[in-house]
């Protein structure tokens, strides 16, 4: 069954460095997200993305972050100068279509932490 | 803000036992589905419901929808011990993206 792979697993960078976590959609999927998990709180949307643009953003969604998809299978978020809080867990998602009924789809998330 | 909000926040049983998750939310919505994670691991899509759907099933789920209430629940029968996990509901009013309840931690002590 396909899924959804992120890279890396574990991720430790000192604060103020940049950060970019990968992600590999399933294939035949057109939307694209990321989430974000700090520890022992619950999931947060952070951004979407279709047809090579942002199409919603939350609040934590600020300037030091981007997304990218270079090629025709990876989708990066890019944490341009990483701060202690931007420790947790990130995953990203995909699904087929943008409609109500579709699934989201998750990656098993990277773990970053900020030191 | 629509949020999805699961209770109870812990819950403990023996293997063999049902368990019971409830999920309320605030707003209307199109969809509600809930996902489970263990522990430092990724999200798993465990079913999705509609809101013209009133229960769906799946193996040992079985999960309702009260829109009336704003509510849905999530059964889990003769559970097993690798029913531990946390488990979120998540809904979505037609954005594209889901909020996330803070989640249900369930152990199945065996």
């Known amino acids: 069954e396909p899924e959804v792979t992120q890279t890396p697993s574990h991720q430790v960078t000192q604060m103020g460095q940049e950060v970019i976590l990968r992600c590999v959609p399933i294939s035949n999927h057109l939307y694209f997200y990321w989430y974000r998990q700090i520890l022992g709180q619950k999931v947060e949307f952070l951004v979407s993305f279709y047809n090579n643009e942002i199409s919603e953003k939350s609040e934590i969604f600020d300037d030091q972050f981007s997304v990218e998809r270079p090629d025709g299978s990876n989708f990066t978020l890019k944490i341009r100068s990483t701060k202690l809080e931007d420790s947790a867990m990130y995953f990203c998602?995909?699904?087929?279509?943008?409609?109500?009924?579709?699934?989201?789809?998750f990656g098993p998330g990277t773990r970053l932490l900020v030191l | 803000s629509q949020q999805g909000e699961e209770d109870p926040q812990a819950l403990s049983i023996q293997e063999g036992e049902n368990a019971t998750m409830n999920c309320s939310y605030k707003?209307?919505?199109?969809?509600l589905q809930w996902y489970r994670q263990n522990s430092g691991r990724g999200l798993v899509h465990l079913i999705l419901i509609r809101s013209n759907e009133r229960e769906k099933h799946s193996g040992r789920l079985r999960v309702t929808l009260d829109t009336s209430k704003k509510s849905s629940s999530l059964l889990i029968t003769a559970s097993r011990a690798a029913d531990t996990a946390s488990y979120f509901c998540a809904t979505d009013a037609g954005g594209q993206n889901f909020v996330f309840g803070p989640g249900t931690r369930l152990s199945v002590l065996p």
């Open positions: 707003t209307s919505i199109n969809n």
């Open positions: 998602a995909s699904s087929q279509l943008r409609t109500a009924q579709e699934t989201q789809y």
